[in-house]
């Protein structure tokens, strides 16, 4: 009985473990996958004044703004740019983006 609470318990502990790792991103992939940011936001993310400085921002917030562009919660020409990315892709790329010094 306590064993199979143990293996549980580790089980739970573990996937916890794993999630908290791939929200966190992969900011060297994410710099690759930035190219085509790069070409409306800027080498360094900062934008101009038609297109949103995104250099800095929050690894959640980032993720979580492009994830709702991929949906259609959010309208505007970033849901064009959005459509080919995977989730993870979305979370590397926040996680580079936070790297960068922002405004």
């Known amino acids: 009985m306590i064993t199979r609470k143990l293996l549980i318990a ?20 994410g ?5 085509d940011c790069a070409d409306c936001h800027g080498d360094d993310g900062m ?4 297109i949103p400085a995104i250099a ?14 991929k949906s259609g919660a959010l309208e505007g ?7 080919d990315l995977s989730e993870q892709d979305m979370i590397d790329l926040a996680a580079y983006y936070a790297t960068l010094p922002g405004q």
């Open 56 to 69: 800095g921002m929050d690894t959640a917030e980032h993720a979580k703004l492009l994830a709702d562009y």
């Open 47 to 50: 934008g101009d004044e038609d």
């Open 31 to 35: 710099a690759e996958l930035a190219t």
């Open 10 to 29: 580790l089980m739970f502990i573990l996937m916890l473990a794993t999630g908290g790792v791939q929200a966190g991103g992969d900011a060297a992939r």
């Open 77 to 83: 020409e970033m849901a064009d740019y959005v459509g």
